[in-house]
C-alpha cells in the first residue's frame, strides 16, 4: 500500500467517484422515475460504470486488481457497450423522431463495425484505440446536438430539465475522457502520466456523476412537490 498525500488525494477521489456512480441507479426507487426508459438508461449506464471500477475501490494506486484477467475482459467489455449505452441513453432521452432515427442508425453502425473489427483483427491495443476513438466523437457529436435542442426551445418540462444535467455531465466526461485518449496514445508508457491521467479520470468521474445526481434530485423532487400540492 503506498502513502504520501498524492494517493491519499488519489484513494479519496477514487473510491468517492466509485461509490458516487452508484447512486444515479438508486434514484429508480421514485416510482415517476421508474417510468421512464430513459431514468432507467441513465441508471443502468452508471451502474455498469461502478461495476466496472468497483475492484479499485479502497486500494492504492496500483495496489488492486486492476491488472487481473478477469478484470481486462471486464475492460473490454465495458469498452464494447460504453458507447451503445450512451446512444441508448440518448435514444430514450430526446422527443424529436426524426433523430431517435438517426441515433438508432449511428448505434446498429457502430455496434456492427465493432463486431466485425474485433471478430477479424481480435481486441489489440489498436482496435481498442479505434473503438474508443470513435465512440467518444458520436457521443460528443450526440451531447452536443441534444444541449443544442434544448437551448433552442424557450420553455420546458421537468423531464428536460434534469435531462440537461445528464447531458451537461456526459458532456464534461467524454471531454475530460478525450484529453485523457490523447494523452495516454501520445505519451504511453510513462508511469507519472499514466497515473495522473488516472487521477484525471477519477476527478471527471466523480464530478460527472454528481452533475447528474444533481439533475435527477431536481426531477424526482419536484414531481414529488407538485404531487403532494395538488
Not at 201 to 222: H, K, Q
Request: charged letters at 10%.
Amino acid at each position: 500500500m503506498k502513502t504520501g498525500p498524492y494517493y491519499v488525494w488519489y484513494s479519496l477521489m477514487a473510491n468517492m467517484a466509485i461509490l458516487l456512480c452508484f447512486v444515479p441507479f438508486l434514484f429508480l426507487a421514485w416510482k415517476k422515475m421508474r417510468r421512464d426508459k430513459a431514468y432507467w438508461m441513465v441508471g443502468i449506464y452508471w451502474l455498469v460504470n461502478g461495476l466496472i471500477n468497483l475492484p479499485n475501490l479502497n486500494t492504492g494506486l496500483f495496489g488492486g486488481s486492476g491488472n487481473s484477467p478477469v478484470q481486462e475482459k471486464l475492460n473490454l467489455i465495458y469498452n464494447m457497450l460504453d458507447t451503445p449505452l450512451v446512444l441508448l441513453l440518448f435514444f430514450h432521452a430526446t422527443p424529436s423522431k426524426r433523430r431517435k432515427n438517426r441515433i438508432l442508425l449511428s448505434l446498429v453502425v457502430f455496434t456492427a463495425l465493432e463486431i466485425v473489427l474485433v471478430s477479424w483483427k481480435g481486441y489489440t491495443f489498436s482496435t481498442s484505440t479505434m473503438i474508443i476513438g470513435a465512440g467518444l466523437c458520436l457521443t460528443l457529436v450526440c451531447t452536443v446536438t441534444g444541449l443544442m435542442e434544448y437551448m433552442r426551445q424557450m420553455e420546458h418540462t421537468a423531464f428536460e430539465n434534469s435531462m440537461v444535467f445528464v447531458y451537461a455531465a456526459l458532456l464534461f466526461a467524454y471531454g475530460s475522457f478525450t484529453i485523457i485518449y490523447i494523452f495516454m496514445h501520445t505519451h504511453s508508457g510513462n508511469l507519472i502520466n499514466i497515473r495522473d491521467s488516472f487521477l484525471l479520470y477519477y476527478i471527471s468521474l466523480l464530478l460527472a456523476a454528481a452533475i447528474t445526481c444533481m439533475g435527477l434530485w431536481s426531477y424526482g423532487f419536484r414531481r414529488r412537490y407538485s404531487s403532494s400540492s395538488s
